[in-house]
């Protein structure tokens, strides 16, 4: 490759090895005029060049895909689109063909296969792909041409037509997959996940579709064909970053369910899961039978309670702000760096998770004693009990310290907890209900400062 730039009377031409300079021109153009056309041919030629190369680094493949050089897995399971025109049916024809590689999943899943042959035609249709998205290819860049079974898709389609059912079904399980990445930064994982993926596909294609490992396969190529961003925007989620060209693309995307959009916050943002464990088990903690009789008393304790709520709350409302790959993949306007956030909180963070160590390590073997009272009490003891036992499952949570660590941390507290597990003890062996040893014992209690007066 060769080209030529011109300063003032000189040509300078570059070649790939070296420059070779010189020639007086009084015609040529100006410096300024010259650099722009240069930077219009490489805008113009060069980046094009450049999508279609790509380049192995330690057994992996990059390419150049929106302005970056990027990883990508798994060629041969790319949809190939021509959203120019649509009337080719290049996307039904590439999805057959990878679906045709997956053992006998045409002849066995028939009416899965029709649901995924219809993900591919809408998505190009109504360009509702993810340009960016490494598991999309443009029909002018393949390598092969995915008509290549274009004789037996046919035919199968003629045999299995695609209907409207597939076409909501289709929908549905890319629904589905973008609240798993929203979730849990997977589309879909080693096996089958998400509340709602494992009950479509349950009740479109029954139950032996939920271990079958070849439908498994189809699908991590297939979900991840949508555009994440569009179907975030279609499910609600607060202030995603998203263009007027793709606001309109979508505008033709059926709404989802409101139960779809409620599972948006059924569980917090992919790289957020420790703050949601420290409110859950906080709020455990607020209805421990005995929450009434242990004292917080220091400040700091009390301040980082406050804050863990408070960033609790923000992460509710605005869940993509602190997505794990919210950055990466520009879903939002201000992002938050999960990295900087828990380090620069990491005092507050191993405060509370010593917090509650130190209480269940404590307090999660006390049990009351029910045999000798009397049967109206029962539904009344089977509900504390099961509470308690919700209690006791923090003990195996392994983000916890062990006692003896939580112990270093507050040793005070420790104290106070094991001289009052003590005075408990004594009246549970006889038989009290945990009503009257907190009437028992609440003289002398700092009832402002427990743990049921600080969290409630």
């Known amino acids: 490759m ?40 490489i805008l113009e030629e060069e980046i094009d060049e450049l999508t279609k190369l790509e380049y ?28 120019e025109q649509p009337e080719l049916k290049i996307s039904f024809y590439s999805a057959f063909q990878i679906l045709f ?28 792909f993810e340009i960016e998205n490494s598991s999309i290819i443009h029909f002018k860049n393949c390598i092969k041409d995915p008509r ?35 979730h849990t930064d997977h589309h879909i994982g080693t096996k089958l996940e998400g509340e709602y ?20 396969i189809a699908l991590k190529s297939s979900v991840h064909w949508a555009n994440i961003k569009g179907i975030l925007y279609k499910l609600k989620v607060p202030n995603i970053k998203i263009s007027s060209e793709l606001t309109k693309n979508f ?120 045999e000798e009272r009397g049967n109206e009490d029962e539904e009344e003891q089977q509900t504390e009990d099961d509470d308690q036992d919700e209690f006791d499952n923090l003990l195996y949570n392994s983000k916890f310290p062990k006692l003896e660590d939580s112990s270093k941390y507050y040793p005070e507290l420790n104290e106070k907890l094991i001289n009052l597990k003590k005075r408990i003890d004594q009246y549970e062996l006889k038989n009290w209900n945990h009503d009257d040893i907190i009437s028992r014992l609440i003289d002398g209690i700092d009832t402002e400062n427990t743990l049921y007066s600080k969290l409630h």
């Not at 031409?13 to 010189?22: A, F, L, W």
């Not at 993926?197 to 498994?216: K, P, R």
């Open 101 to 128: 590689s997956i053992n006998d999943l045409l002849n066995t899943q028939p009416e899965f296969c029709c649901t995924i042959l219809a993900i591919a035609l809408e998505i190009e249709k109504n360009n509702w």
């Open 197 to 216: 993926m494992i009950h479509y596909i349950n009740e479109y294609f029954g139950e032996e579709a939920l271990n079958s490992i070849d439908i498994l």
């Open 56 to 83: 192995n680094k330690k057994g992996r493949k990059y390419k150049f895909i929106n302005n970056s050089f990027q990883r990508i897995r798994q060629e041969d399971k790319h949809l190939i689109i021509y959203p």
């Open 251 to 370: 505008e033709n995307f059926p709404e989802p369910s409101i139960e779809l959009q409620k599972n948006v916050y059924s569980r917090y943002p992919s790289g957020t899961s420790k703050y949601s464990l420290l409110k859950k088990s906080i709020l455990k903690l607020k209805n421990f039978k005995y929450s009434k009789l242990i004292e917080i008393n220091s400040e700091e304790i009390q301040k980082n309670l406050i804050w863990l709520f408070e960033i609790c709350n923000d992460i509710e409302h605005d869940p993509i702000k602190y997505h794990l790959r919210s950055k990466a993949k520009q879903l939002c306007e201000n992002p938050i760096n999960l990295m900087d956030l828990s380090t620069s909180n990491k005092d507050k963070i191993n405060s509370l998770f010593n917090l509650i160590s130190i209480i269940v390590n404590n307090f999660a073997r006390i049990k009351l004693q029910n």
């Open 148 to 182: 290549i079974l274009k004789d037996e898709a046919d035919e199968y389609i003629k045999q299995n037509p695609i209907s409207s059912k597939h076409i909501e079904w289709g929908l549905n399980l890319l629904i589905c997959s973008k609240l798993n990445f929203l």
């Open 2 to 41: 060769s080209s030529e730039v011109a300063t003032n009377n000189t040509v300078t031409t570059t070649t790939d090895n070296n420059v070779i300079t010189t020639e007086s021109n009084s015609n040529l153009l100006s410096s300024s005029d010259a650099l722009i056309q240069y930077c219009q041919y």
